[in-house]
């Protein structure tokens, strides 16, 4: 099996025609994993032991309860989206091209936009899927290592939304002086078309992929844009690390 964007577009289109929905579903058990990796590559059953691996390495991982009473929950279920953002990660794939199905990934209804809170969810996924593998301390600890994630997309997040309405605003003033150009010179018509556009862009709230990765690749935040993605790791890597929380 070639691991590259149209493979993952196929596992994600079955995922969705089961689930519906990609947001917080869950795979119940080890041999459903199997059934739709088998159905969706038309390839030999993979091998339990491979099953097993990715199942375990994509339960969700949370602490439960309060002070003396917390504990370590592992989640029944492997998480479907976060093993289809590791792979998306792990493929061979140019750098854009992995932004852009990051994107089209975490876009549930596939509307070519996103809420602000999705845009943070994203961010916040990335971070967190491979976290232990690219912590620069080691905590010995999956939840602090996902706390540390939370923390680093959130300041990702804020960086970007700002270039997004900096970006938003150097365009409706655009807009604006076109419309007035235009009023200027008579057309009527195409001032009109201006004020709608202008009101538009006013009343959005979602984002799209142009506005996203215009604002990453902003020359103020371009070390963000070859940092947004965890840096380079072998499947093996990913596969063997053991997550864990020392208990005290």
Partial sequence: MQLNSDTIKTLATAFKNYFTTLQNKRVNNVSQLQKFLKESFK???VAPALA???????KPYKLDGYK???????DTGMDVLDLLLAL???????????LK???????????????PEDILNMLQ?????????????DFDSTILNNFVADKKAESNFHFIMGMI????????LRLKAQSEKAKEKGGKKRSDKL?????EENEDNLITYREFINAIKAQALRDLYKRILPRTLGFKDVLMCHRQETMY
């Fill in 125 to 137: 996924r990335v971070e967190r899927v491979f976290a232990q593998e690219c912590a620069r301390v």
């Fill in 88 to 98: 998306n990660l792990l493929a061979r794939i140019v750098y854009d091209k992995k």
């Fill in 165 to 172: 309405k900096h970006q938003t605003e150097k365009k409706q």
């Fill in 52 to 58: 097993q691996a990715l199942y375990e390495r994509f």
């Fill in 101 to 115: 199905l990051l994107f089209e990934l975490c876009d549930d209804d596939d509307d070519g936009c996103m809420t």
């Fill in 43 to 45: 390839e030999p059953e």
């Fill in 68 to 74: 003396e009473d917390t504990h370590v929950v592992s």
């Fill in 195 to 199: 004020d709608d556009v202008h009101q």
